[in-house]
């Protein structure tokens, strides 16, 4: 990695003056996405050499009109292709044509003149898979109404020009193509600093497995992307190269994610992860290594990895979801950035495979939230570590009193800031405050807002019978009751002791009633244990007030709600009361 700390700098440097650079929009760029033709085939050769379809006009019936010169119909494995247009006129001082991509080689031709050839051609017509840069054709100044045409052989999954066909000016080209790759650079360089400092945690810290993922996966998008901007090619000018370091990095990735993700977990899971990542890892090096010994194309590795990538993804997914519950904030965070990155990964390959309409997926954005999640988070654990190491080397020194007094006074700080209730899981009394703040302001504008707050009947008494233990079972096993009977736009909180509220926006009093008491039968109805020992049923009695149905004040719902409550202690408990009836 040090070896790349050299192109770092230039990439920083060159991104934040691109991202500095206004737009240039060139008025007189012309897309080519119309009047092309086609025909499958090689064109036989003249005697001087020049191909005899560039010269013959008694076969035009074998050329047919294609909106855009990629992927003809009726292939049937045919290799070879040769497309064409009459170039339109237009004002421009240094004529080019900007080519996205090729696949996979080809010469172009201006009438029966070559000026431009990619790759190279054997006898037979065919060559080897040298790369998929950007191209930039030079064009006479006379060439409006001139036929130009393209000789494609391609033995990959795609054929022809690929993205965008474009004539414009060349100073155009070059703003386009730097502000096009401004964001990638800066993206790319932020990801390999990013991996060149989890490769410095993962030799320091304890958790080198969680820093070499995070390197690996790091230093796979970094390279990636920048293999991938076409900006590249000014800083090398080696296509194939390029492609290896894209195709490298790209194999990379759930080796990276699954290093990462197998520390979280253990038995089954772990397992499953472990195998995922370790087959990528396989590929990645069969891949790789077929094509630099020449036994493969890189090209043909490409759609056997999305297709690989199409299955594995999914099923990464479909073992992270069914976990959640057990991982901790950050660790969901991670695989939420992780799904956004992978979700622009498949559409992307969606594009290079012809299942979406061609268009430019920010991939580099995706690299970009996933890496600033990890620097957000792996700063904070660094800020930690750092924080302990400061006190047990102040613990040898005299001021071991007060560096102990400032970490407990920081503790504190974490714990009072916390949303989530430690017992039950449900979200705390600090929460709902700001939540029903936020929510009162919200119906004050015209939506209904109805709040429920709930009591367990009889808990201390329950408590002095079964003990402590069983009373917190009783508690959690409730708040998972309540938990699953209502919305994801619903809020459960637990306002300490037995006692729970539930805030329901853009829901009547009505309906609020329906989910209580239905929350209330299921109570009823359910066999509290703990351990070995049966507790029997449990009661809630529940009290509901609603906006506007009850106050003119949504401030005022937790207080008619607890009123509400209170009638329904005074009228037997278990059983669900609602203001209006409270005060009746």
């Given at each position: 990695m040090r070896r790349l700390a050299p192109l770092l700098?230039?990439?920083?440097?060159?991104?934040?003056?691109?991202?500095?650079?206004?737009?240039?929009?060139?008025?007189?760029?012309?897309?080519?996405d119309e009047g092309w033709e086609y025909r499958w085939g090689d064109s036989p050769y003249l005697a001087d050499g020049t191909p005899a379809w560039l010269v013959e006009t008694s076969s035009e019936g074998a050329w047919h009109s294609i909106d855009f010169p990629s992927n003809p119909p009726g292939r049937d494995g045919q290799?070879?292709?040769?497309?064409?247009?009459?170039?339109?006129?237009?004002?421009w001082r240094d004529p080019v044509l900007y080519v996205y991509s090729?696949?996979?080689?080809?010469?172009?031709?201006?009438?029966?003149?070559?000026?431009?050839?990619h790759g190279s051609f054997d006898e037979r017509g065919e060559g080897p898979f040298v790369g998929w840069p950007w191209h930039m054709i030079s064009l006479p100044e006379d060439f409006a109404g001139r036929q130009l045409s393209f000789r494609i052989y391609s033995n990959y999954t795609d054929i022809g020009l690929w993205g965008e066909v474009r004539l414009m000016d060349r100073p155009d080209l070059f703003a386009m193509i730097l502000q096009r790759s401004a964001t990638d650079l800066a993206v790319s360089a932020f990801c390999l600093l990013l991996a060149l400092l989890a490769a410095?945690?993962?030799?320091?810290?304890?958790?080198r497995r969680n820093y070499l993922g995070i390197a690996l996966f790091s230093f796979a998008s970094g390279i990636m992307i920048l293999a991938e901007t076409q900006a590249s090619q000014f800083l090398l000018a080696k296509p194939l190269a390029w492609d290896y370091m894209a195709a490298g990095g790209y194999y990379a990735l759930p080796v990276g994610?699954?290093?990462?993700?197998?520390?979280?977990f253990t038995g089954r899971h772990k397992r499953w992860i472990r195998y995922l990542w370790q087959f990528h890892l396989t590929y990645w090096l069969l891949a790789i290594g077929l094509a630099l010994a020449g036994i493969v194309n890189l090209s043909s590795t490409f759609p056997v990895f999305d297709a690989l990538l199409a299955i594995s993804l999914p099923l990464l997914f479909a073992l992270l979801i069914g976990s959640l519950k057990r991982l901790d904030g950050e660790q969901r965070l991670i695989i939420a950035a992780y799904g956004v990155f992978g979700l622009l990964l498949l559409l992307d390959m969606s594009v290079a495979h012809g299942l979406l309409a061609w268009q430019r997926i920010p991939v580099s954005l995706g690299a970009l939230l996933f890496s600033?999640?990890?620097?957000?988070?792996?700063?904070?654990?660094?800020?930690r570590t750092q924080r302990e190491l400061v006190v047990l080397n102040q613990r040898l020194e005299k001021e071991v009193a007060e560096r102990?007094?400032?970490?407990?006074?920081?503790?504190?700080?974490?714990?009072?800031?916390?949303?989530?209730?430690?017992?039950?899981?449900?979200?705390?009394?600090?929460?709902f405050n700001e939540i029903f703040a936020r929510e009162a302001a919200i119906a004050k504008r015209g939506a209904p807002l109805t709040l429920a707050m709930l009591d367990i009947d009889h808990f201390k008494l329950f408590n002095d019978l079964h003990g402590h233990e069983a009373g917190d079972c009783v508690l959690i096993t409730t708040a998972r009751l309540i938990g699953e009977h209502f919305r994801e736009a619903d809020v459960v909180c637990r306002l300490g002791g037995e006692e729970f509220v539930i805030l329901m926006p853009s829901t009547s009093e009505g309906q609020a009633r329906e989910a209580i008491e239905r929350l209330l039968d299921t109570v009823r109805r359910h066999r509290f244990e703990h351990g070995d020992s049966a507790l029997g049923s449990v009661g809630l009695s529940c009290g509901i007030a609603s906006y506007p149905t009850h106050t003119d004040d949504p401030c005022a719902l937790l207080q008619l709600a607890d009123t509400a409550l209170y009638h329904a202690k005074r009228s037997g408990r278990d059983r669900c009361e609602t203001y209006a009836s409270a005060i009746t």
């Amino acid at each position: 990695m040090r070896r790349l700390a050299p192109l770092l700098w230039p990439c920083l440097t060159l991104s934040l003056v691109l991202l500095l650079w206004p737009a240039i929009a060139s008025a007189s760029a012309l897309d080519l996405d119309e009047g092309w033709e086609y025909r499958w085939g090689d064109s036989p050769y003249l005697a001087d050499g020049t191909p005899a379809w560039l010269v013959e006009t008694s076969s035009e019936g074998a050329w047919h009109s294609i909106d855009f010169p990629s992927n003809p119909p009726g292939r049937d494995g045919q290799r070879h292709a040769w497309f064409r247009i009459s170039l339109p006129a237009g004002e421009w001082r240094d004529p080019v044509l900007y080519v996205y991509s090729i696949d996979l080689i080809a010469q172009a031709f201006l009438d029966d003149v070559l000026i431009y050839q990619h790759g190279s051609f054997d006898e037979r017509g065919e060559g080897p898979f040298v790369g998929w840069p950007w191209h930039m054709i030079s064009l006479p100044e006379d060439f409006a109404g001139r036929q130009l045409s393209f000789r494609i052989y391609s033995n990959y999954t795609d054929i022809g020009l690929w993205g965008e066909v474009r004539l414009m000016d060349r100073p155009d080209l070059f703003a386009m193509i730097l502000q096009r790759s401004a964001t990638d650079l800066a993206v790319s360089a932020f990801c390999l600093l990013l991996a060149l400092l989890a490769a410095g945690f993962a030799l320091v810290q304890q958790r080198r497995r969680n820093y070499l993922g995070i390197a690996l996966f790091s230093f796979a998008s970094g390279i990636m992307i920048l293999a991938e901007t076409q900006a590249s090619q000014f800083l090398l000018a080696k296509p194939l190269a390029w492609d290896y370091m894209a195709a490298g990095g790209y194999y990379a990735l759930p080796v990276g994610i699954g290093l990462l993700l197998e520390t979280w977990f253990t038995g089954r899971h772990k397992r499953w992860i472990r195998y995922l990542w370790q087959f990528h890892l396989t590929y990645w090096l069969l891949a790789i290594g077929l094509a630099l010994a020449g036994i493969v194309n890189l090209s043909s590795t490409f759609p056997v990895f999305d297709a690989l990538l199409a299955i594995s993804l999914p099923l990464l997914f479909a073992l992270l979801i069914g976990s959640l519950k057990r991982l901790d904030g950050e660790q969901r965070l991670i695989i939420a950035a992780y799904g956004v990155f992978g979700l622009l990964l498949l559409l992307d390959m969606s594009v290079a495979h012809g299942l979406l309409a061609w268009q430019r997926i920010p991939v580099s954005l995706g690299a970009l939230l996933f890496s600033l999640v990890i620097v957000a988070i792996s700063l904070r654990h660094y800020a930690r570590t750092q924080r302990e190491l400061v006190v047990l080397n102040q613990r040898l020194e005299k001021e071991v009193a007060e560096r102990t007094k400032e970490l407990q006074q920081l503790v504190e700080r974490f714990r009072i800031f916390s949303y989530q209730d430690p017992l039950t899981g449900l979200k705390n009394r600090r929460y709902f405050n700001e939540i029903f703040a936020r929510e009162a302001a919200i119906a004050k504008r015209g939506a209904p807002l109805t709040l429920a707050m709930l009591d367990i009947d009889h808990f201390k008494l329950f408590n002095d019978l079964h003990g402590h233990e069983a009373g917190d079972c009783v508690l959690i096993t409730t708040a998972r009751l309540i938990g699953e009977h209502f919305r994801e736009a619903d809020v459960v909180c637990r306002l300490g002791g037995e006692e729970f509220v539930i805030l329901m926006p853009s829901t009547s009093e009505g309906q609020a009633r329906e989910a209580i008491e239905r929350l209330l039968d299921t109570v009823r109805r359910h066999r509290f244990e703990h351990g070995d020992s049966a507790l029997g049923s449990v009661g809630l009695s529940c009290g509901i007030a609603s906006y506007p149905t009850h106050t003119d004040d949504p401030c005022a719902l937790l207080q008619l709600a607890d009123t509400a409550l209170y009638h329904a202690k005074r009228s037997g408990r278990d059983r669900c009361e609602t203001y209006a009836s409270a005060i009746t």
